[in-house]
Structures are given as structure tokens and as C-alpha cells.
């Protein structure tokens, strides 16, 4: 698989999450608070290169994966995720710049579960949400070990693990944005190159 495929089937993948996620959503009642950035504020975010390479693909065709970069090599560790764009002056009200091409940690959270040491499903999830429907979240921590259907975050990272795994090594959130920009500027680079050589 090239670069471009690896990216496609990253994309496939985060298609069937976001069905199963819809699924979930609809039963529980747990979406996210309408302009809350609580966790897009996070710089510590873990992420990998490989769920950010559809990103990295959009912005280079709409010609801004070079200043992308550029703005990434200057900001500090303690930033927020490069497409975060807080309206608040915390910080965490806010929206995502591309959320159509968001990673996959951004995808799962508040929308999957992770299994304890029991075996036990545990809801994924923020302080905001535990606090703002604290119904639903009780009632959902109970219906996902009986009978609610949740994606698990282990299912998905390890069918991403399956498309490449020297890809899916953990970084922050910014940190995995620009090996994945520096990625696909290479690949680019080598593919015209290529295609001038042909004509």
C-alpha cells in the first residue's frame, strides 16, 4: 500500500466507526456539549501519523499543508491541536477546523469504551460530560454491560495497527499532524517528480 492508500483506508475505517457511533449516540444521548473544546484544548492529546494522514492529504490539496507545517514548527509543547479554533478566552469553547478529517482519537472519544482489568466495559469519556448529563452517563456506564452496543477503542486502534503499524507510534496531537504533513509533502514531492520524468 502507498501513502495515499494507507490514508484511503485509514478513511474507510473511520466511516464504519462513524456509523457505529451514530448508533450509539442516538441510544445513549451522549454527544458532546455544543461549543465545548475542553478536550481540542488538551496539547497532551495522544495521537498517531497514520489517523492524521487523511488530514495531512486535505490540506495539501487545498494547498496549506506547507504553512500547516510552518505554523506547527512554531508553536510550544503546552499548545492546543493546530485545528482547534478556541472562541474563549480559556480556551475551551471552540470548534475543530476540519472535522471532517479529524483523527481518530478524536472520533472515539465519548464514543467508545475501553475494557478494564475485569473485563468490564468503561465509557471513554470527560469531566464535562460526566457533570453536564450526569443521567446519561450513569445510565449508559450501566446499559454498556448489558445490553448497548459501544465501539471499542482497542477494536479500532487495532484494525488501524492493521494498515500500517510503524505509523500508528504515538506522538502528541501536534507532534502526529506534522510527521503526517512531512509525509505527504515527500510523497508528493517523489509523485511529480515522477510524473515529470514520464513527460
Do not use: W
Amino acid at each position: 500500500m502507498n501513502l495515499a492508500e494507507k490514508s484511503q483506508a485509514a478513511l474507510d475505517l473511520f466511516g464504519e466507526l462513524e456509523s457505529d457511533t451514530k448508533q450509539f449516540v442516538a441510544e445513549s444521548g451522549l454527544s458532546c456539549v455544543s461549543g465545548c473544546g475542553f478536550c481540542c484544548a488538551n496539547p497532551k492529546v495522544p495521537a498517531s501519523p497514520l489517523e492524521f494522514l487523511p488530514l495531512a492529504f486535505d490540506l495539501y490539496d487545498k494547498g496549506l499543508a506547507e504553512s500547516t507545517l510552518v505554523d506547527l514548527e512554531s508553536k510550544e509543547d503546552q499548545d492546543s491541536c493546530v485545528m482547534y479554533r478556541p472562541q474563549s478566552i480559556d480556551g475551551k469553547k471552540g470548534f475543530c477546523g476540519n472535522h471532517s478529517k479529524r483523527g481518530m482519537i478524536c472520533r472515539l472519544f465519548a464514543s467508545s469504551a475501553r475494557r478494564t482489568k475485569y473485563g468490564k466495559k468503561d465509557l471513554i469519556i470527560c469531566k464535562v460530560l460526566k457533570d453536564e448529563k450526569s443521567a446519561e452517563f450513569l445510565k449508559t456506564s450501566e446499559r454498556i454491560n448489558i445490553d448497548m452496543d459501544i465501539p471499542l477503542a482497542t477494536a479500532f486502534y487495532s484494525r488501524l495497527d492493521e494498515i500500517d503499524q510503524s505509523l500508528c507510534q504515538q506522538f502528541t496531537i501536534n507532534e502526529a499532524i506534522a510527521f503526517a504533513l512531512e509525509l505527504v509533502l515527500r510523497y508528493k514531492f517523489y509523485e511529480e517528480q515522477e510524473f515529470d520524468a514520464i513527460a
